[in-house]
Nanobody
Framework: QVQLVESGGGLVQPGGSLRLSCVAS????????MSWYRQAPGKERELVAA????????NYADFVKGRFAISQDNAKNTVFLQMNSLTPEDTAVYYC??????????WGQGTQVTVSS
């Protein structure tokens, strides 16, 4: 199995930036895609950004294009989410996800991001 631990959330003012990190452990050799999702109160969990383990191809939700960037350090089994130009609408719990093995999924515990003045 794969275990994920997120960090880097917090309170930030509108227009500010945060960098989230997600460290994977366990069967990391079998991971082929890592993603960030978010869930705001009363809303469904939604995909924010994803990155393929091999090749590093990325895709983003339309609402974060140009503001957020996903990246990875495979040697450290870590994926990052750089979030810039944050707005109150970005307030949510952000979850790291890994797809590995035979299409198994693993989730982190989530990290709270609050954008408020």
């Amino acid at each position: 199995q794969v275990q994920l631990v997120e960090s880097g959330g917090g309170l930030v003012q509108p227009g500010g930036s945060l960098r989230l990190s997600c460290v994977a452990s366990g069967l990391t050799f079998s991971i082929y895609r890592m993603s960030w999702y978010r869930q705001a109160p009363g809303k469904e969990r939604e995909l924010v950004a994803a990155i393929s383990r091999i090749g590093g191809s990325t895709n983003y939700a339309d609402f974060v294009k140009g503001r957020f960037a996903i990246s990875q350090d495979n040697a450290k089994n870590t994926v990052f989410l750089q979030m810039n130009s944050l707005t109150p609408e970005d307030t949510a719990v952000y979850y790291c996800n890994a797809v590995y093995g035979r299409n198994s999924n693993s989730w982190g515990q989530g990290t709270q991001v609050t954008v408020s003045s």
